[in-house]
């Protein structure tokens, strides 16, 4: 058992080539998993959408499950967001076969693992040095994005029937961003006191996570590198000294020799 431990958290830890790419091997799994589940929650359940929850349900706990028993905080591990939220789409698939699958918009959460793994964001900002300069972006985006998609089929489940199908999921999506900019057209809307305070919700909440993306984009692009000696962790993409005490930084980046 110690040699398979040991062996996981190489994967999960290392920084070798093979644990890099057991990782992207992971991350294209969670990618594949949130596409299902969002074309997936506007759908009727079948035999076959039972069978495939099942598989991804495994999976994502035998991944939970590994993560956990490397730990070394358990802790800290279980209060990480993507633990969490992994946590929550294992009982929304659980709870499913009980719950008439009123608890599918909650699997949409399993998009916050494609970007908020430490791993990952190590690994993306060793290699990519477009990550890098528009890491705060990225992860604005992918925020954002996530919130739609939950919104979105939170709306859709309580709002339409069952049989309301892609139209209307796509009627969900609808009201989701016309309230989120809150253009409010008015041809969709929820009149209950539980629908008007979700509306409020989205609007808050949206807004705020659309001004972060704005934000990111529009600001000057920066990387990420602390600096050992005042700990100012934003600079330049080709800063040699710190701008906040003159320290001389060693930003990892293929520079430029031409010209």
Known sequence: MDDLRSTLKSLYDGRSARARRF????????????????????????PLFVTLNAIFGVFIVLDLAARLWISTNLRKELMRIYTLAD????????????????FAFLRVLRGLRLIHAYHLLYD???????????????????????????ITSL???????????????????????????????????????????????????????????ARTIFQPAKVKHTCPECGLSRHESDAVHCKHCGTTLKIETKGDTSG
């Open 23 to 46: 990782r992207y091997g992971l991350i294209l799994f969670d990618s594949i998993s949130i596409v299902y589940f969002i074309t997936t929650a506007a759908l009727t359940a079948t």
């Open 87 to 102: 946590l929550v789409v294992v009982i929304s698939l659980v709870l499913a076969p009980l719950m008439a699958e009123s």
């Open 155 to 213: 709306v859709f489940v309580l709002t339409f029937d069952g049989d309301a199908g892609i139209a209307g999921y796509v009627d969900a999506l609808y009201f989701t961003v016309a309230t989120l900019t809150t253009t409010g057209f008015g041809d969709i809307t929820l009149t209950t006191t539980g629908g008007k305070l979700l509306s409020v919700f989205i609007m808050v909440v949206g807004v705020a996570l659309f001004v972060q993306l």
């Open 124 to 150: 993306l900002r060793r290699e990519s040095m477009f990550f890098r300069k528009h890491e705060d972006a990225i992860l604005a985006a992918v925020n954002l994005l996530v919130f739609i998609f939950v």
